[in-house]
């Protein structure tokens, strides 16, 4: 266990650090503004930083505000999140601009305890937004700082345990307990996320230049890469389906999903438990499915499963008529403006340039 001296002097370690060599110029930070800072937390949860900023730049340009977004159908909002993946978050998103607008006259509760009420906002994204809106002081841990801890304190066990995350959790509330009452807030927060990001990464740790080195558990008794444990080992699942590419005169067939799952609100390629169920449905409409219109299996991996996806190039003179309610005739131009989930965009895109 680290130091009782260590613990007391960690937070102001962490914002001398940051303020030499932490990030201070990503496109969301020296701001006060809860809405820009509460897209950012939204963005960055399991998505890496790189990734994340031409999300967060288009989408601040197209909804510059929790008004305008609140206004929007969904529609128009998941066209700007598709590629991001975990697309509950955008739905939650929407739903929470909503909740603000006619719940909270259009502002953001100034505690985390009230932000963390709101739809899709757990308690380290509430405590963040709080911090970095309001200067509230009140612990964050998320991944990076789950792994920062885990190893200052030499904390055993996976920490997506919830007996594990409850020891984490104590340990940052003691660690703010200990720092001086003037602390910055917004540097030590900031601070955190950027050790885990840039020392103490999930392959080797930059050891030599950590702040808390000193009084790092994990360091002392040389257990940085076992440090944290990894997930209980288990198995992913495999999937099959067969998805239908049906195009002609420059259209091809979508279907809207349904709100759950993990494509949910999003437009994809209709999709069939098995080949023979894709060529059933086709007859069903008068096109034949030729032999030739197979193309190479390939998988999309989830967080839960594997999907293997079959795709059926199948091309019908003239658009026959939806199957289902949910399925539209969608021009190839209009595809940059749909949301699509990157396996179906990248089927589509060759395509659409063919058909240009």
């Known amino acids: 266990m680290a130091s009782t001296l260590g613990i007391a002097d960690l937070a102001m370690r962490v914002c001398a650090w940051q303020r030499r060599q932490g990030r201070r110029h990503l496109p969301w930070q020296n701001t006060r503004d809860p809405y ?9 949860q399991q998505t890496q930083v790189g990734t994340v900023i031409p999300y967060y730049l288009r989408f601040l340009e197209r909804f510059p505000d929790l008004q305008t977004l609140a206004d929007a159908d969904q529609e128009d909002v998941m066209p700007y999140w598709a590629g991001l993946g975990y697309y509950a978050r955008a ?12 719940d909270h006259g ?21 405590s963040a937004i709080a911090a970095f809106a309001y200067g509230e002081r009140s612990p964050i841990m998320d991944g990076n700082v789950k792994r ?30 200990l720092a001086p009452v003037d602390l910055d807030m917004t540097a030590y927060t900031q601070g955190l996320m950027d050790l885990g990001a840039q020392l103490c990464t999930r392959g080797i ?24 444990e990894p ?24 279907e809207k999903q349904p709100q759950t799952g993990v494509w949910g609100g999003l437009w994809s390629l209709p999709r069939f438990d098995s080949p023979q169920m894709l060529e059933q449905a086709c007859i069903s409409q008068g096109i034949v499915v030729p032999d030739s219109g197979r ?29 289902l309610p949910e399925q539209t005739w969608t021009p190839f131009e209009q595809l940059t403006h749909i949301a699509l989930p990157a396996p179906v965009r990248m089927l589509l895109e060759p395509l659409s340039e063919r058909e240009a």
């Not at 305890?113 to 739809?119: N, Y």
């Not at 055993?156 to 409850?166: D, I, N, S, T």
């Not at 997930?231 to 979508?254: E, F, K, T």
């Open 36 to 44: 820009r800072i509460w897209l950012s937390e939204i963005m960055l």
């Open 91 to 102: 739905r939650n998103l929407h739903r929470c601009a909503q909740v603000l607008v006619t």
């Open 106 to 126: 259009g502002r953001f509760p100034a505690d985390s305890l009230a932000i963390a009420e709101l739809p899709g906002i757990g308690r380290s994204t509430a």
């Open 148 to 177: 920062v801890f885990t190893r200052f304190f030499g904390v055993r066990g996976y920490p997506g345990l919830r007996a594990v995350e409850k020891r984490l959790w104590s340990l940052a509330e003691a660690a703010l307990e």
């Open 205 to 228: 740790p930059k050891c030599e230049a950590c702040p808390l080195a000193g009084d790092c558990e994990a360091k002392r008794l040389g257990l940085q890469r076992e440090l944290p």
């Open 231 to 254: 997930r209980p080992r288990r198995s992913i699942p495999d999937r099959h389906c067969a998805m239908l590419i049906l195009h002609g005169n420059n259209h091809v067939l979508l």
């Open 295 to 323: 193309m190479a299996t390939f998988v999309h991996t989830f967080t839960h499963f594997r999907l293997h996806i079959e795709p059926w190039l199948v091309e019908t003179p003239q658009r026959v008529a939806e199957w």
